[in-house]
């Protein structure tokens, strides 16, 4: 039986990887979050209370459990939160990193596979779709403390692997924030007017292909970086007109705007998406199309 710890349970990609995990055979999920377990369905996993900024709690739990894979999907992304709360997005996107490997390092014959989840952020957007050697270039407080603890992680004695997205979106139990795709979806459902940037281009991604590509690391326990996202290039633009096709939605509601007239207090990149032959060929990987995506969505949404 391989134990698997998963942070930041009550997330979306959290709660994609525990409901994808729970079931499999020779697998124990433990589930771990800030605060209550907000996942609606609370059997096949063991949910424990973490704070990720606190040292003692992190080595009291991996003490005790000795879990094999640790799949840290607990972090600060709100990207403009961070550019306002430096030191809060530091702690739980950087220190908490420099706690794991510490605590890890302190117990005395263990060496579990740490996968750490990282963003296309840490790129300046000059160009893309990109590989895994393309050299990162932050605009951001966010893409800075994303970037900072993938140096940790690249320079510590750990078993590690780094699974790179991009623009993640998905539906979850008891959401606590939304993601471009249901708030496009919303808004034009009730008729308003949505500015939508035209000069960002991504490769958006279904949170549980990014679940997928995770678990098929942390399976095969394979090192270094990979990048985990959707297949399809488009704009932000193409990506809303999309929805509002997929839905039958009002495409006159859409404004193409630029980035610099909407006004956001941390700088985004401009063009990012992934290239993700590596995790084609090395894990097997093959995420869905974003309209099939939509469509996985769509049912979740009716049930």
Not at 80 to 86: G, P, V
Not at 113 to 121: A, N, P, V, Y
Not at 245 to 253: A, I, N, S, V
Request: include cysteine.
């Amino acid at each position: 039986m391989e134990k698997i710890l998963i942070t930041g349970s009550n997330g979306l990609l959290g709660q994609k990887l525990v409901y994808s995990l729970r079931n499999r055979a020779n697998i124990e999920v433990i589930a771990a979050s800030k605060g209550l377990n907000r996942l609606s369905e609370k059997t096949g996993y063991t949910y424990y209370e973490l704070d990720i900024t606190n040292k003692t709690e992190i080595q009291t739990l991996l003490t005790t459990l000795q879990p094999e894979v640790i799949i840290n999907t607990a972090a600060m992304t709100n990207v403009d939160a961070c550019e306002t709360q430096r030191d809060e997005c530091w702690n739980l996107n950087v220190n908490s990193v420099k706690n794991f490997i510490e605590v890890i390092l302190e117990i005395p014959n263990y060496s579990p596979h740490f996968i750490h989840l990282s963003t296309d952020f840490i790129f300046d957007g000059t160009h893309g779709p990109l590989t895994e050697d393309a050299i990162p270039n932050p605009l951001s407080y966010y893409a800075e403390s994303k970037l900072a603890a993938e140096e940790l992680l690249k320079s510590s004695t750990l078993s590690w692997a780094i699974a790179r997205t991009v623009l993640v979106y998905g539906i979850t139990d008891n959401m606590s924030r939304s993601n471009i795709v249901l708030w496009a979806k919303s808004a034009l459902e009730q008729g308003k007017i949505i500015n939508v940037v035209d000069d960002q281009f991504r490769t958006p991604t279904l949170a549980e292909d990014l679940a997928e590509g995770c678990i098929r690391i942390a399976l095969k326990k394979a090192k270094g970086i990979f990048n985990i996202s959707g297949k399809d290039f488009m704009s932000i633009l193409e990506l809303v007109q999309r929805v509002a096709d997929f839905w039958k939605l009002d495409h006159g509601l859409i404004k193409p705007s630029k980035s610099e007239s909407i006004k956001q207090p941390a700088k985004r990149p401009p063009r990012t998406g992934f290239i993700i032959e590596k995790a084609k060929s090395e894990l097997g990987y093959s995420p869905h199309s974003f309209e099939e995506g939509l469509a996985i969505l769509d049912e979740q949404l009716k049930k």
